[in-house]
């Protein structure tokens, strides 16, 4: 009789620990929990130099690689996280109106807006109204969107700001679709998160 309630006594610790165990399996973190957790901040032109030298990196010399690395001049301040999307615009781009109305080419635009998906790229397009006032902006993605009718349109009209995705921005330009001669400006929406809580670059396509 006393070994029952000791054999009992032995035997529930270890069933406590299997199932926490168990519970500790199940809690592992996942990728989406760590960046849920991490504060966005501000690009840096380091930021981008380091995602080009390891995306070309595997197939190219280090002679090659430096070729690749843009100047400090050819970046501008990035968003500090407090302007809205507008106000950031007027002030990388002081003198928008001007270059609005001196931009006169057919299958280019002043300024290319890349994010990662059609539903941003409108919310982009909404929220920088106050900043693009009367200038023509063309959506640059592929969702009901076919390529030859965005095409169509940068051969026949005059467009100002492209805002759109980087699949189909590529494709427009190698297809002969857009010609980037007449870009002043390119801004990468770096900080924006998906669903999958990835940034535009952490997407293996892009």
Not at 32 to 41: C, G
Not at 128 to 148: E, P, S, W, Y
Request: proline share 4%; net charge positive; charged share 30%.
């Amino acid at each position: 009789c006393v070994l029952q309630p000791t054999e009992c006594f032995l035997s529930q610790p270890e069933e406590k620990q299997e199932s926490t165990v168990k519970a500790k399996r199940r809690k592992k973190k996942k990728i989406s929990d760590v960046l849920q957790k991490s504060a966005p901040k501000p690009g840096v032109p380091a930021d981008l130099q380091n995602l080009l030298a390891q995306h070309f990196g595997e197939n190219h010399s280090v002679i090659e690689i430096d070729e690749l690395k843009l100047s400090d001049s050819c970046f501008l301040p990035a968003n500090d996280l407090t302007h809205s999307f507008s106000s950031y615009l007027k002030e990388i781009c002081p003198k928008w109106a001007k270059l609005r109305r001196n931009h006169k080419e057919k299958k280019s635009v002043v300024m290319l807006v890349l994010c990662s998906s059609a539903l941003r790229s409108l919310e982009l397009i909404k929220s920088m109204t106050a900043f693009k006032g009367d200038c023509r902006v063309l959506k640059l993605f592929a969702k009901h969107i076919k390529i030859k009718e965005q095409m169509n349109m940068l051969e026949n009209g005059v467009f100002h700001i492209g805002v759109g995705t980087p699949g189909r921005v590529k494709a427009l330009v190698e297809q002969d679709g857009l010609c980037l001669n007449s870009t002043k400006y390119m801004i990468l929406d770096w900080n924006w998160r998906d669903q999958k809580l990835r940034r535009m670059m952490d997407i293996p396509e892009v």
